[in-house]
Protein backbone atom coordinates (compact mmCIF):
# COMPACT_ATOMS: atom_id res chain seq x y z
CA UNK A 1 0.00 0.00 0.00
CA UNK A 2 1.45 3.35 -0.89
CA UNK A 3 0.48 6.84 0.20
CA UNK A 4 -1.04 9.55 -2.39
CA UNK A 5 -1.34 12.86 -1.49
CA UNK A 6 -4.06 14.36 -3.71
CA UNK A 7 -4.15 18.28 -4.34
CA UNK A 8 -7.14 19.21 -6.51
CA UNK A 9 -9.49 21.72 -5.36
CA UNK A 10 -12.88 19.85 -7.58
CA UNK A 11 -14.00 17.84 -4.28
CA UNK A 12 -16.49 15.85 -6.42
CA UNK A 13 -13.27 15.01 -8.68
CA UNK A 14 -11.09 14.26 -5.55
CA UNK A 15 -13.68 11.82 -4.41
CA UNK A 16 -14.00 10.12 -7.37
CA UNK A 17 -10.29 9.95 -7.74
CA UNK A 18 -9.71 8.72 -4.01
CA UNK A 19 -12.19 5.82 -4.52
CA UNK A 20 -10.28 4.69 -7.79
CA UNK A 21 -6.86 4.68 -5.90
CA UNK A 22 -8.04 2.72 -3.07
CA UNK A 23 -9.54 0.22 -5.75
CA UNK A 24 -6.54 -0.72 -6.21
CA UNK A 25 -5.00 -0.49 -2.55
CA UNK A 26 -3.35 2.54 -1.73
CA UNK A 27 -4.31 5.15 0.74
CA UNK A 28 -5.09 8.51 -0.32
CA UNK A 29 -5.10 11.72 1.66
CA UNK A 30 -7.17 14.91 -0.33
CA UNK A 31 -5.74 18.17 0.96
CA UNK A 32 -7.95 20.18 2.71
CA UNK A 33 -5.97 23.81 2.66
CA UNK A 34 -4.88 25.49 -0.46
CA UNK A 35 -3.27 28.04 0.75
CA UNK A 36 -0.22 26.37 2.53
CA UNK A 37 -0.57 22.13 1.35
CA UNK A 38 3.27 21.57 3.04
CA UNK A 39 1.59 20.95 6.58
CA UNK A 40 -0.25 18.40 5.41
CA UNK A 41 2.25 17.20 3.00
CA UNK A 42 4.60 16.51 6.13
CA UNK A 43 2.43 15.00 8.46
CA UNK A 44 1.18 12.59 5.69
CA UNK A 45 4.77 11.72 4.35
CA UNK A 46 3.42 10.73 0.83
CA UNK A 47 5.09 8.52 -1.58
CA UNK A 48 3.57 10.03 -4.79
CA UNK A 49 1.62 13.17 -5.09
CA UNK A 50 -1.32 14.27 -7.71
CA UNK A 51 -1.13 18.08 -8.25
CA UNK A 52 -3.52 19.72 -10.33
CA UNK A 53 -2.31 22.66 -11.77
CA UNK A 54 -5.16 25.68 -11.05
CA UNK A 55 -5.64 26.01 -7.79
CA UNK A 56 -6.48 28.20 -5.44
CA UNK A 57 -3.93 30.71 -4.05
CA UNK A 58 -0.89 29.14 -5.76
CA UNK A 59 -0.73 27.11 -8.91
CA UNK A 60 1.02 23.68 -9.05
CA UNK A 61 3.87 24.62 -10.67
CA UNK A 62 4.48 26.52 -7.13
CA UNK A 63 3.52 23.97 -5.02
CA UNK A 64 5.84 21.73 -7.15
CA UNK A 65 9.00 24.21 -6.79
CA UNK A 66 8.35 24.40 -2.90
CA UNK A 67 8.07 20.51 -2.56
CA UNK A 68 11.12 19.84 -4.48
CA UNK A 69 13.08 21.67 -2.33
CA UNK A 70 12.52 19.04 0.31
CA UNK A 71 11.56 16.16 -1.55
CA UNK A 72 12.67 13.94 -4.83
CA UNK A 73 8.86 12.58 -4.25
CA UNK A 74 7.40 11.30 -7.44
CA UNK A 75 4.54 13.78 -8.93
CA UNK A 76 1.77 13.28 -11.11
CA UNK A 77 0.06 16.88 -12.89
CA UNK A 78 -2.97 16.68 -13.32
CA UNK A 79 -4.86 19.53 -15.72
CA UNK A 80 -7.72 20.54 -17.84
CA UNK A 81 -4.40 22.44 -19.72
CA UNK A 82 -3.24 19.71 -21.22
CA UNK A 83 -1.08 21.69 -24.29
CA UNK A 84 2.10 21.05 -24.87
CA UNK A 85 3.61 23.90 -23.10
CA UNK A 86 1.73 23.15 -20.02
CA UNK A 87 3.20 19.48 -20.56
CA UNK A 88 6.73 20.65 -20.87
CA UNK A 89 6.38 22.97 -18.22
CA UNK A 90 5.33 20.37 -15.32
CA UNK A 91 8.08 18.15 -16.64
CA UNK A 92 10.60 20.78 -16.10
CA UNK A 93 9.42 22.07 -13.00
CA UNK A 94 10.21 18.22 -11.80
CA UNK A 95 7.07 16.24 -12.63
CA UNK A 96 7.23 12.48 -13.35
CA UNK A 97 4.34 12.36 -15.61
CA UNK A 98 0.67 14.60 -16.49
CA UNK A 99 -2.51 13.25 -16.25
CA UNK A 100 -5.15 15.52 -18.90
CA UNK A 101 -8.42 16.20 -17.81
CA UNK A 102 -11.14 15.00 -18.33
CA UNK A 103 -8.97 11.98 -15.91
CA UNK A 104 -9.83 8.23 -17.72
CA UNK A 105 -9.70 5.91 -14.28
CA UNK A 106 -7.47 3.79 -16.38
CA UNK A 107 -4.98 6.25 -17.64
CA UNK A 108 -4.85 7.54 -13.62
CA UNK A 109 -4.43 3.75 -12.69
CA UNK A 110 -1.81 2.79 -15.58
CA UNK A 111 0.39 6.16 -14.97
CA UNK A 112 0.26 5.66 -10.86
CA UNK A 113 1.13 2.24 -10.99
CA UNK A 114 4.09 2.88 -13.62
CA UNK A 115 5.82 5.92 -11.56
CA UNK A 116 5.49 3.70 -8.48
CA UNK A 117 7.15 0.83 -9.87
CA UNK A 118 9.65 3.11 -11.83
CA UNK A 119 10.64 4.82 -7.90
CA UNK A 120 9.65 1.86 -5.61
CA UNK A 121 9.54 -1.43 -7.01
CA UNK A 122 12.62 -1.86 -9.09
CA UNK A 123 14.95 -0.11 -7.32
CA UNK A 124 14.14 -3.32 -5.30
CA UNK A 125 13.56 -5.86 -7.64
CA UNK A 126 15.44 -9.50 -7.36
CA UNK A 127 16.63 -11.14 -10.73
CA UNK A 128 14.22 -14.16 -10.48
CA UNK A 129 10.84 -15.04 -8.65
CA UNK A 130 10.77 -18.55 -7.69
CA UNK A 131 7.65 -20.73 -7.83
CA UNK A 132 6.92 -24.36 -7.43
CA UNK A 133 10.52 -24.95 -7.92
CA UNK A 134 10.81 -23.33 -11.15
CA UNK A 135 11.94 -19.20 -11.99
CA UNK A 136 10.68 -16.47 -13.55
CA UNK A 137 13.41 -14.73 -15.37
CA UNK A 138 13.01 -10.58 -14.79
CA UNK A 139 16.05 -9.97 -17.33
CA UNK A 140 15.00 -12.26 -20.02
CA UNK A 141 11.65 -12.68 -19.72
CA UNK A 142 11.79 -16.77 -19.57
CA UNK A 143 10.56 -19.04 -17.45
CA UNK A 144 13.04 -22.20 -15.99
CA UNK A 145 12.29 -25.71 -14.43
CA UNK A 146 14.27 -28.65 -14.10
CA UNK A 147 16.74 -27.60 -17.01
CA UNK A 148 14.59 -26.26 -19.47
CA UNK A 149 13.57 -22.98 -20.20
CA UNK A 150 10.99 -21.76 -21.77
CA UNK A 151 10.49 -17.88 -23.75
CA UNK A 152 7.25 -15.60 -22.88
CA UNK A 153 5.96 -12.77 -24.72
CA UNK A 154 5.70 -9.55 -23.30
CA UNK A 155 2.00 -10.20 -22.31
CA UNK A 156 2.42 -13.45 -21.19
CA UNK A 157 5.78 -12.53 -19.15
CA UNK A 158 3.02 -9.42 -17.15
CA UNK A 159 0.71 -11.90 -16.46
CA UNK A 160 3.12 -13.79 -14.87
CA UNK A 161 4.53 -11.65 -13.38
CA UNK A 162 1.69 -9.86 -11.45
CA UNK A 163 0.01 -13.60 -10.38
CA UNK A 164 3.31 -14.25 -8.89
CA UNK A 165 3.93 -11.05 -7.33
CA UNK A 166 0.25 -11.34 -5.57
CA UNK A 167 0.88 -15.20 -5.16
CA UNK A 168 -2.51 -16.73 -2.85
CA UNK A 169 -4.53 -13.72 -3.73
CA UNK A 170 -6.76 -13.58 -6.54
CA UNK A 171 -5.87 -11.17 -9.40
CA UNK A 172 -9.06 -9.72 -11.26
CA UNK A 173 -9.20 -9.30 -14.91
CA UNK A 174 -9.22 -5.67 -14.64
CA UNK A 175 -5.74 -5.61 -12.81
CA UNK A 176 -4.36 -7.74 -15.13
CA UNK A 177 -6.03 -5.91 -18.53
CA UNK A 178 -4.68 -2.41 -16.81
CA UNK A 179 -1.08 -4.08 -16.95
CA UNK A 180 -1.35 -4.88 -19.93
CA UNK A 181 -2.44 -1.91 -21.57
CA UNK A 182 0.31 -0.22 -19.76
CA UNK A 183 2.24 -0.46 -22.59
CA UNK A 184 -0.29 -0.87 -25.73
CA UNK A 185 -2.30 1.60 -26.82
CA UNK A 186 -5.28 -0.36 -26.33
CA UNK A 187 -6.17 -4.37 -25.52
CA UNK A 188 -9.19 -5.72 -26.18
CA UNK A 189 -10.55 -8.16 -22.96
CA UNK A 190 -10.74 -11.24 -25.70
CA UNK A 191 -6.38 -10.46 -25.91
CA UNK A 192 -5.90 -11.51 -22.19
CA UNK A 193 -8.20 -14.50 -22.50
CA UNK A 194 -6.20 -15.82 -25.29
CA UNK A 195 -2.99 -14.74 -23.28
CA UNK A 196 -3.82 -16.77 -20.09
CA UNK A 197 -4.13 -19.69 -22.42
CA UNK A 198 -1.34 -19.43 -24.35
CA UNK A 199 0.79 -18.93 -20.80
CA UNK A 200 -1.23 -21.88 -19.52
CA UNK A 201 0.06 -24.18 -22.13
CA UNK A 202 3.55 -23.06 -21.78
CA UNK A 203 3.73 -23.83 -18.36
CA UNK A 204 2.13 -27.33 -18.74
CA UNK A 205 4.67 -27.85 -21.78
CA UNK A 206 7.15 -27.47 -18.97
CA UNK A 207 5.55 -29.50 -16.65
CA UNK A 208 4.12 -27.35 -14.58
CA UNK A 209 0.19 -28.33 -14.46
CA UNK A 210 -2.83 -26.35 -12.84
CA UNK A 211 -0.68 -23.61 -12.29
CA UNK A 212 -3.32 -20.52 -12.87
CA UNK A 213 -6.38 -21.54 -11.29
CA UNK A 214 -9.30 -19.29 -12.67
CA UNK A 215 -11.84 -18.24 -10.16
CA UNK A 216 -15.28 -17.89 -11.94
CA UNK A 217 -16.13 -13.83 -12.11
CA UNK A 218 -13.28 -12.96 -9.82
CA UNK A 219 -10.11 -13.27 -11.93
CA UNK A 220 -6.90 -15.77 -11.40
CA UNK A 221 -4.97 -17.25 -8.73
CA UNK A 222 -1.69 -18.65 -8.43
CA UNK A 223 -2.00 -20.42 -4.89
Not at 2 to 29: F, S
Not at 71 to 89: G, H, R, T, Y
Not at 166 to 187: A, F, H, P
Request: aromatic share 8%.
Amino acid sequence: MYRILLVEDDNKLALAMRTQIETWGNDVHIVKDFKDIMPEFNDYDPQLVLLDIMLPFYNGYHWCEVIRKVSSVPILFISSASDNMNIVMAMNMGGDDFIPKPVDPMVLTAKIQAVLRRNYEIKTQVSSIEFKGAFLNLNDSTVSFEGERMELTKNEFRILRVLLENKGRIVSRDTLMTELWQNDCYVEENTLTVNVARLRKKMEDLGLNDLIITKPRAGYIIE
